[in-house]
């Protein structure tokens, strides 16, 4: 073990002592102390006494501090130290003893009675400080109030003073003190007599004469032990006027204070107090004012007198004044224009000064109300409260100021929730004894306040139940009153209560029913329909409907009828939308990463739609090349927006999806849009209603968003179709639209957001395989090697379009996947597809390989759809819809046998074709590239290596509208071409022509090792 390893362990070992033992050394410590306050000896204690002689303040402190904490053990010695030649040793025993309390008092007695002057006043000073406590010494300090010194006899009076009307038994003692020679003794003994109070009577003769003591102190001492003696000292009034001119100012409002307590028995100096009210010296007119005020209704006549002093130029000359006008009440009714403008004076007491009169003043202060309830959000903390407690004293004139007074019944502060509280209760009170003098109007506004009041003070912190059922007494009674004045109209105007009864009862109805059973308002609606009739000529001959007389036109379409429609139709939406061979085909979705509105996010996620499907009208425009997944993510928002749990849904409320993918009939009724109806006749299909949807519903039901409107592959279809489908029209009356196109510049410049998913980069290809594989439940079929083999294998066929500058889509990768699955599992025969056409191929013999009864050949099947490709593309060169007997006529081409069969084949076995609905009259491939690339086949077929017959083509391409929609089927047949021509290479006719027409640029191959398929 090293030196320093060892030192280490020494400290910790003497930490870990130190932190068990000094808890117990500390206890012990305090426990000695403890022991030695209780048992100091004598020596310890004269010790303590000798410190106290020390020049070291902080020695001092500390050992007074030891005598208190040992007590009464310690008084003897303390006693003997009252009568140290050194004052300061005396002082502190003084101290100590007064700090011990009722124990010393016998030690401090025996001090008052010491030969020693200086003993004898810190003797009465102690027992001054012990109060209450030591009121068995009031015979002990009687004697000292005669002591020979003056010191004395004024600590005596103040200590008898301390101990209040405890001291009564010596006012006999202090009287004689009111005329003694000195003059602390003579305030002393006033003011112990002001503290005894109404005990010390008998003393207002002898105190009279100290008012014109030639001390202020004495002086002002006397006033203000009159006014602690309170109506008893009414004879001195006169004496106390003079006061209010004395030159020393604590004189002044001793004085005044004294007369106000005295009250209105001091009437009789309210002659004198008038001409103080123009005194030049502020303080005595404040004084004055104050004076007059206490004296209240007895002092009406001097309010005109009062009246000019709210302009003084002193605040407290002004606060003074409207406290005086407040006290006197109702007679001051005239100063009310005059105290309105102290509302907004700049200090705050003023404004609580007048806010006070006012509320004083009562109901005859109504002018003041409106600039009262400014008030109530004063910066002040304390206005607003003052000035509820006004309004409430005004009462029912105050009305207009119940609805700024309910918020305060929240406030932050409990004396603004009580004030504000009081003043409703007031206000309340007072209107229900005029209620039969107030107009309907203010009967009606009283009414809801009040209500609105209880609701907040119904609450759990509301302050008072006893208020709550006050308000609810007085709401009764304004309550009744209304509905007395209502029954009086009624039977004094039958038509027009009538009439009343007429407007209220249908709506009631009406609402009743919506909220109970909204459906039935479609139903009553429905069933009035028909009764309409004419007014006649002579009025107008305006048809009318029972409908709007009976006011159910302004409930049928209310949002809550709406979302119970959808609710009731739902369940079977969702199914029947399910079983669409679209979404069938487009159900696994994987999600890919997209750009909304330019803004590029990972994956699509419900959450990242609320903020576009909560505005008041929706266009979204998915755009993308065939196969990128527009379909399948069109699909996958129509799921969203039929969610029921609503914190995943796109809205609050449900959508029905209605989707669109064939042309519009032109040939609808006159007056008819082709668009709506399409839309109705799907939902009348989705819904598995018996009848066509009435208009009008399926109107407000596309203006409120009820209905989501898809409409897939909008740039391969017809302008005619087109231009019925524009967003920007007046009468467009779809407000949620989604349209899937292979533009961007689809919709033009309507209000639209748009998303675009994007191309799987190589990076993400992998990632891709096996979230499908996953949800396929397939990815067990492959070890990690294989899963990469596979990847690579699908890499090089996507190869040609990357060189292209395409995109690789995500049908080419389901396709591919469900491909390589049927080979692990054994189900595919031969090698996997290396180009697109060749893939496409494959996805047709594993569409027909499950086949069993009346099954068609591979070769048929690529026949047939080959040429039915072909029909559905030969007239724009983009996939859309072909008329049924156009698609069989097609088929007997190649073979005229089984025509029906074999149609009906590709469609019900097969899927690969579907009928569009509701017209069930045309036929569409369920998937654009396949149908692009399976007519590109067909066309390789027929034309071959012939450059005539290529250049017609490309002459009738070129005639096509838009270039950009076509560019996927020139693309496929350039690969068509590469892929099933020997010897076909990029500098061929047709390979040029396409390349060059259609900007696209050809990459440069990137050189990877070659993946080796597993066997």
């Not at 010695?77 to 100590?96: F, H, P, W």
């Not at 509302?343 to 006070?356: F, G, H, K, P, Y």
Request: charged share 25%.
């Amino acid at each position: 073990m090293t030196t320093r390893y060892r030192k280490k362990l020494v400290a910790v070992i003497a930490l870990s002592f130190l932190s068990f033992t000094s808890p117990l050394l500390l206890i012990r410590s305090a426990g000695a102390e403890s022991v030695s306050a209780q048992k100091a000896s004598s020596k310890e204690i004269s010790s303590l006494i000798q410190k106290l002689k020390s020049n070291d303040e902080r020695e001092i402190d500390a050992a007074i501090e030891k005598l208190i904490k040992i007590g009464e053990p310690a008084i003897p010695a303390l006693t003997e130290a009252l009568q140290d030649k050194n004052s300061l040793v005396g002082r502190s025993a003084a101290e100590v003893l007064a700090k011990i309390g009722p124990p010393a008092i016998p030690a401090l007695a025996k001090g008052l009675k010491n030969s020693d002057p200086f003993v004898r006043i810190i003797s009465a000073s102690a027992l001054e400080r012990i109060r209450a406590e030591a009121k068995t010494a009031v015979p002990l300090l009687v004697p000292a109030l005669k002591d020979s010194e003056a010191r004395v006899r004024s600590s005596a009076a103040s200590a008898l003073g301390s101990l209040g009307a405890e001291a009564k038994t010596a006012v006999p003692q202090l009287i004689p003190l009111l005329k003694d020679s000195d003059a602390n003794v003579r305030f002393t003994a006033t003011s112990a007599l002001g503290k005894i109070g109404t005990e010390a009577k008998m003393a207002v003769p002898q105190l009279i004469p100290l008012l014109k003591d030639f001390k202020a102190y004495v002086r002002g001492s006397a006033a203000s032990a009159l006014e602690s003696i309170g109506a008893e000292a009414k004879t001195v009034v006169p004496q106390l006027i003079p006061l209010l001119k004395d030159s020393d100012a604590s004189v002044r409002f001793s004085a005044a204070s004294a007369l106000k307590k005295i009250g209105a028995e001091a009437k009789t100096v309210v002659p004198q107090l008038v001409p103080l009210l123009k005194d030049s010296d502020a303080k005595m007119r404040s004084s004055a004012a104050f004076v007059l005020g206490s004296i209240a209704a007895e002092a009406k006549t001097t309010v005109p007198q009062l009246i000019p002093l709210l302009q003084d130029s002193q605040a407290d000359v002004r606060i003074s004044v409207a406290s005086a006008l407040g006290d006197i009440g109702v007679e001051a009714k005239t100063a009310v224009p005059q105290l309105i403008p102290l509302l907004q004076d700049s200090q705050a007491d003023v404004r609580i000064s007048a806010t006070e009169a006012l509320g004083n003043i009562g109901a005859e202060a109504k002018a003041a109300v409106p600039q009262l309830i400014p008030l109530l959000k004063d910066s002040n903390p304390v206005v607003p409260s003052r000035a509820a407690s006004a309004l409430g004293k005004i009462g029912a004139e105050a009305k207009a100021a119940v609805p700024q007074l309910i918020p305060l019944l929240q406030d932050s502060q409990a004396d603004v929730r009580s004030s504000a509280t009081y003043a409703l209760e007031s206000i309340a009170l007072s209107l229900q004894e005029k209620a039969k003098t107030l107009t309907s109007a203010e009967l009606n506004q009283a009414v809801s306040n009040l209500e609105s009041a209880l609701k907040i003070l119904a609450e759990p912190k509301a302050d008072s139940q006893t208020t709550i059922a006050n308000l609810r007494a007085y709401l009764s009674i304004l309550k009744a009153e209304q509905n007395a004045r209502l029954f009086n109209v009624i039977t004094q105007n039958q038509w027009v209560a009538a009439t009343i009864i007429y407007l209220i009862f249908f709506p009631s109805l009406w609402f009743a029913i919506l909220r109970l059973r909204p459906l039935w308002l479609l139903r009553i609606n429905d069933a009035l329909k028909p009764y309409e009739f004419k007014l006649p000529e002579t009025w107008g001959g305006a048809p009318v409907r029972i409908r709007d007389l009976t006011f159910i036109s302004f409930f049928i379409y209310r949002p809550r009828v709406l979302d119970f429609w959808v609710s009731a139709h739902i369940e079977t939406v969702r199914e029947q939308f399910a079983q669409r061979n679209t979404v069938k085909s487009h159900a696994t979705y994987i999600p890919v990463s997209f750009e909304l509105d330019e803004k590029k996010l990972p994956q699509l996620r419900g959450q990242d739609l609320p903020a576009i499907f909560t505005k008041k009208r929706i266009c979204l425009l998915i755009w993308g090349e065939g196969g990128i997944g527009k379909t399948s993510i069109a699909c996958q928002i129509a799921d969203w927006a039929m969610e029921p749990d609503k914190t995943q849904r796109l809205c609050k409320h449900l959508m029905i999806p209605i989707l669109i993918e064939e042309e519009l009939d032109s040939k609808v009724a006159a007056g008819k849009n082709p668009f709506f109806e399409a839309i109705r006749g799907q939902l009348k299909s989705i819904t598995n209603h018996p009848t066509p949807i009435a208009e009008e519903l399926l109107q407000k039901l596309l203006q409120q968003r009820r209905i989501l409107v898809i409409v897939d592959h909008f740039s391969e279809m017809a302008e005619t179709t087109k231009k019925e489908i524009d967003p920007n029209a007046a009468d467009f009356p779809i407000n949620a639209l989604i349209v899937t196109s292979r533009l961007d510049s689809t919709m033009g410049k309507a209000n639209k957001n748009t998303l675009h998913p994007l191309r799987i980069e190589g990076s993400e290809l992998s990632a891709f395989m096996e979230k499908y594989l996953d949800k396929l439940g397939k990815l067990n079929l492959f070890n990690g090697s294989q899963f990469h083999y596979a990847c690579g294998d699908l890499a090089k066929l996507l190869e040609e379009i990357r060189i292209q500058g395409r995109s690789t889509t995500v049908l080419f990768a389901k396709l591919y996947a469900d491909v390589l699955v049927a080979k692990m599992e054994g189900n595919k025969s031969g090698n996997l597809p290396e180009n697109i056409p060749d893939l496409m191929l494959s996805y047709l013999n594993e569409l027909n390989r499950d086949m069993v009864e009346n099954k068609l050949t591979d070769i048929t099947v690529h026949e047939d759809a080959k040429l039915l490709a072909w029909e559905c593309l030969r007239l724009t060169y983009r996939p859309a819809s072909t008329k049924i007997p156009d698609a069989i006529n097609a088929l007997s081409v190649f073979n005229s046998q089984d025509v029906d069969r074999r149609f009906n084949y590709l469609q019900e076995k097969l899927h690969l074709i579907q009928t569009n609905v509701p017209s069930k009259e045309n036929v569409r491939f369920v998937l654009d590239p396949v149908a692009e690339y399976l007519a590109g086949l067909h066309l390789v077929d027929i034309y071959g290596e012939d450059e005539s017959k290529w250049r017609d083509f490309l002459i009738d391409a070129d005639f096509q509208n838009s270039p950009e929609a076509i560019k996927g089927f020139m693309l496929a047949v350039r690969d068509c071409y590469l892929a099933k021509i020997p010897g076909a290479k990029d500098t061929d006719f047709l390979q040029q022509e396409i390349t060059s027409r259609y900007n696209i640029t050809i990459a440069v191959p990137l050189q990877s090792p070659q993946a080796v398929s597993p066997g």
